[in-house]
């Protein structure tokens, strides 16, 4: 069975360019979280989809950052414009619904 | 404060010898997750519990829900098991992330 993917591994983008982080749960798992971890700090929860839906969007930073699950497969995270601070890694994971959650390898973004 | 902390933040051993990380929570939980993640790696669930005692392999995992703590062991620590080593509690549905535990075993 094939894991969750993120495409891309790195992506090096300047100052007030746009980045689009994509995330492939493992079929069949209606959820799908993003995280994000900034050098030195610890991981921290961006938003959860449950299907197609944002259950939970309270971790998301700006409105730069814009999240969507169309047909609740894959997912993509959006930045516009990125800022320096929006450097770190991105990591989805994705769930059955009460089961444990199962990361990607994470998509590493540095924004000079 | 973090609302979940870990210790220690380094932690250096000798091959063969036990470990034990700690990680306490000052939040409601509906389950704790212990995670690894290699140097350049991903990061992989070793266990999630909600109470009691897990154990695979030479890890064990333990909770203790009224104390709001849990451990992982490792015992017979070998050099393949250094990595970051994190705590993450299930608060809602999300996870709220320890700062890790970075593990170096020397041979």
């Keep these: 069975e094939a894991g969750v993917t993120q495409f891309p591994s790195h992506s090096v983008i300047e100052k007030g360019q746009t980045v689009t982080l994509r995330c492939d749960p493992i079929s069949g798992h209606d959820n799908l979280y993003w995280y994000r971890r900034v050098m030195g700090k610890e991981i921290k929860f961006l938003l959860h989809f449950v299907k197609e839906s944002k259950q939970d969007e309270s971790g998301m930073p700006n409105n730069r950052f814009l999240a969507e699950r169309t047909g609740g497969t894959y997912s993509t995270l959006k930045v516009q414009p990125a800022e320096l601070e929006d450097s770190g890694v991105y990591f989805c994971a994705s769930s059955q619904i009460d089961r444990e959650q199962y990361f990607g390898p994470g998509t590493r973004l540095t924004v000079t | ?107």
């Design chain 2, 1 to 107: 404060k973090n609302e979940v902390e870990q210790s220690p933040q380094n932690l250096t051993a000798q091959e063969g010898e036990f470990i034990t990380i700690n990680c306490s929570y000052s939040v409601g939980i509906s389950a704790l997750h212990w995670l690894q993640q290699h140097p350049g790696g991903g990061i992989v669930s070793l266990f999630m519990l909600s109470s009691g005692k897990k154990k695979h392999g030479r890890l064990i995992a333990t909770i203790n829900i009224q104390e709001k703590h849990s451990s992982l062991h490792i015992t017979a620590s070998h050099p393949r098991d250094s990595a970051v080593y994190i705590c993450a509690v299930r608060n809602t549905d999300k996870l709220i992330f320890g700062t890790g535990t970075r593990l170096q075993v020397f041979p």
